[in-house]
């Protein structure tokens, strides 16, 4: 029987110290080969040019890429390369954004040599792996989910109150607003008033609140709500295309 292919293992860690002692810990594993360390993401990109590894332990705070970053990067090449957070964060909602943009598993900086062996093997291997952090995460989400998707019902809200809501929270103007879910600033004007009669609050302010508080608005990044504009600008150049062409 032939001996089983060493995993390859990068290290993304800010902290020189840290960093030093867990290259020195998973460099001592018989079953890695570890390749190289980085301390941030830009760094692990630069290295990664010359090196083919199988999985990386990745920190969350690192200044010039952060692990999210990476993270996104990596999913959005499509790159082999299994990802394993390595953090002292146990926010379930970071955990649970995580595992969604495609983390394959998420450790604490405390786990045992134990558990992140069987971890990076699991992934390694393409096997599904857990732990009770991981397993919160999803569970609670589930459960909040489910909070979210009742209280919609309950106020009787669907997608377009949704996107009007979340366009207000990030502070768009009206006449953008209207553009976004295909009708006039006047009936905007009434959509918003019977939003706000919904919600029994009698301004802006309160609506926001309210959102946030209802789990319907989650505070978004320059680059997500640009995305979110092109998206829009895209449906729009459609619609004007099957309205040309319904005409004819």
């Known amino acids: 029987?032939?001996?089983?292919?060493?995993?390859?293992?990068?290290?993304?860690?800010?902290?020189?110290?840290?960093?030093?002692?867990?290259?020195k810990m998973l460099a001592e594993i018989p079953a890695f080969q570890f390749i190289f360390s980085a301390a941030n993401g830009q760094d692990f990109f630069d290295k990664l040019k010359f090196h083919d590894i199988d999985v990386v332990?990745?920190?969350?705070?690192?200044?010039?890429?952060n692990g999210i970053d990476v993270l996104k990067e990596l999913k959005r090449i499509d790159s082999p390369i299994k990802v394993?957070?390595?953090?002292?964060?146990?926010?379930?909602?970071?955990?649970?954004?995580?595992?969604?943009?495609?983390?394959?598993?998420?450790?604490l900086k405390e786990c045992s040599n134990r558990e992140?062996?069987?971890?990076v093997t699991k992934v390694f291997n393409g096997a599904d792996y857990?732990?009770?952090?991981?397993?919160?995460a999803i569970l609670n989400s589930v459960a909040k989910e489910r909070r979210i998707q009742s209280r919609l019902k309950h106020l009787d809200l669907d997608e377009r109150d949704?996107?009007?809501l979340r366009m207000i929270c990030d502070g768009k103007q009206g006449k953008e607003i209207?553009?976004?879910?295909?009708?006039?600033?006047?009936?905007?004007d009434l959509l918003r008033t019977n939003l706000m009669k919904k919600f029994k609050v009698k301004s802006a302010n309160e609506l926001i609140r309210h959102c946030i508080i209802n789990g319907?608005?989650?505070?978004?990044?320059?680059?997500?709500?640009?995305?979110?504009?092109?998206?829009?600008?895209?449906?729009?150049?459609?619609?004007?295309t099957d309205d040309l062409w319904g005409s004819i």
């Open 162 to 164: 949704l996107t009007i």
């Open 116 to 119: 992140m062996i069987s971890a």
């Open 84 to 107: 394993v957070i390595l953090t002292m964060h146990d926010d379930e909602e970071i955990i649970f954004e995580l595992l969604s943009k495609g983390a394959d598993a998420y450790l």
């Open 130 to 136: 857990s732990n009770k952090e991981m397993n919160s």
């Open 178 to 188: 209207a553009a976004a879910v295909f009708t006039s600033k006047k009936n905007l």
């Open 1 to 23: 029987m032939e001996d089983q292919p060493k995993i390859r293992i990068a290290l993304v860690e800010d902290y020189e110290l840290i960093r030093n002692s867990l290259s």
């Open 57 to 65: 332990l990745l920190d969350l705070e690192m200044p010039v890429l």
């Open 216 to 240: 319907f608005y989650k505070a978004r990044s320059n680059e997500e709500i640009e995305k979110e504009k092109e998206d829009i600008l895209a449906a729009k150049k459609l619609k004007k």
